[in-house]
């Protein structure tokens, strides 16, 4: 593997982040109002969130065409910011071996053509960073296992988390010792520098959806009796730890994202109110939008689906907090999604699986909603074919 450069710890004052309230035109649409974190401007509250593609098939951490044209096809359908799905900060921490990774210099060419993409279409490339932990190796539908856990023989390896429960029928991982949690942490500070040297403009910490972060959140997950397990504080304290190191290497004026799950949906376990205190503390240590999601972490919980059904998890971290929040969740039509944002429930929100089906999602929602046709981000080439 690939060594990392000599990181300089940045030692500025971090700058207090503002979100963009709207303004450019009275009657301009909330969802379609630019939005400033730091020194990173999106030209709209319409973003892509990170979805696994898994395909890297050389099983090299490497983007490839496939990337190029998924993420730069949303770009030029108006997105304003494209966040860039799970990447691993070590082979092992990736989710299954099609993954995408950042954990050697090496790899960091490979993303420049497609952080140029993102740009030259006018969005904002981001990227997130994670480490799978116990819901690692995986299959995936190029290898096959879907849903198991892949056979070392077959490119598989032995996962790890706080502690040695399973997730489901998956192999069992092993507990990290403390050394070795702080050796994570520091893969964490140079994949986020790798981001930054390929083209990055934002870092978001993958600490949701039952990975290595979000296990040590749990309380059902991390039954640790050491200084990172047990009460609140010592289940955020590597989290934390990582949002130091990253804040540190990254320029200060590149803003830092944390994903979330709100609540694991299940009685005695992560919930809502450690959430608004997780957020609160990561708003004190530099971040400056936490991406709310739900779930993923405790197997055969009952999730009450509904579209925006994730949205009143968004709309209580931003207001108790006071943190800029993204809302996530089966949000598919244009009202409703500016409706969140106009109604201050969310900062941006984010168009996954609908954007799966209709790269252009928000030039359609902005002609829908009223926005007018030189305002809206078409490629010149496509102005004939416009709404």
């Known amino acids: 593997m690939g060594k990392a450069q000599p990181h300089t710890k940045n030692t500025k004052k971090s700058k207090k982040t503002k979100a963009v309230q709207p303004a450019a035109v009275a009657t301009e649409p909330a969802l379609f109002t630019p939005i400033t974190l730091r020194g990173m401007t999106a030209r709209n509250r319409v973003w892509l969130p990170p979805m696994d593609m898994y395909s890297a098939f050389a099983c090299d951490g490497r983007p490839t065409d496939f990337h190029y044209q998924h993420y730069v096809s949303r770009a030029m359908g108006g997105f304003g910011l494209i966040i860039v799905e799970a990447t691993a900060v070590t082979p092992d921490g990736r989710i299954s071996p099609?993954?995408?990774?950042?954990?050697?210099?090496?790899?960091?060419?490979?993303?420049?053509?497609?952080?140029?993409?993102?740009?030259?279409?006018?969005?904002?490339?981001?990227?997130?960073?994670?480490?799978?932990?116990?819901?690692?190796?995986?299959?995936?539908?190029?290898?096959?296992?879907?849903?198991?856990?892949?056979p070392a023989d077959k490119g598989g390896w032995r996962t790890v988390g706080p502690s040695d429960l399973p997730f489901g029928d998956l192999q069992a991982p092993r507990a990290l010792g403390v050394d070795e949690i702080h050796g994570i942490v520091h893969r964490f500070r140079d994949a986020a520098w790798r981001a930054m040297t390929a083209g990055f403009e934002a870092i978001e910490i993958h600490a949701a959806h039952g990975y290595l972060l979000s296990e040590f959140?749990?309380?059902?997950?991390?039954?640790?009796?050491?200084?990172?397990?047990?009460?609140?504080?010592?289940?955020?304290?590597?989290?934390?730890e990582v949002v130091d190191e990253v804040r540190g290497v990254i320029r200060d004026d590149m803003p830092l994202f944390v994903r979330i799950s709100a609540t694991d949906w299940a009685e005695g376990g992560w919930n809502a109110d450690q959430s608004v205190e997780l957020a609160r503390t990561l708003k004190d240590h530099g971040v400056d939008l936490v991406d709310v999601s739900t779930g993923g972490l405790i197997d055969g919980v009952t999730i009450p689906v509904k579209p925006s059904y994730q949205v009143p998890f968004a709309d209580r971290i931003r207001a108790k907090a006071g943190v800029p929040t993204t809302a996530v969740g089966l949000i598919t039509k244009p009202r409703q999604a500016q409706k969140i944002v106009a109604h201050g429930q969310a900062d941006a929100v984010e168009?996954?699986?609908?954007?799966?089906?209709?790269?252009?999602?928000?030039?359609?929602?902005?002609?829908?909603?009223?926005?007018?046709?030189?305002?809206?981000?078409?490629p010149p080439q496509y102005l004939r074919g416009a709404w």
């Open 351 to 378: 168009i996954g699986r609908a954007a799966l089906r209709d790269p252009y999602w928000p030039l359609r929602a902005a002609a829908k909603l009223g926005v007018e046709r030189a305002r809206i981000p078409y």
């Open 217 to 240: 959140l749990d309380p059902l997950i991390n039954t640790r009796d050491d200084e990172y397990g047990g009460s609140l504080a010592n289940r955020m304290r590597m989290l934390v």
């Open 98 to 150: 099609c993954d995408l990774g950042l954990w050697e210099d090496g790899q960091i060419d490979a993303y420049r053509w497609v952080t140029d993409g993102i740009k030259q279409a006018g969005a904002v490339p981001a990227i997130q960073l994670n480490h799978a932990g116990r819901k690692g190796s995986t299959g995936c539908f190029a290898i096959g296992y879907d849903g198991q856990t892949v």
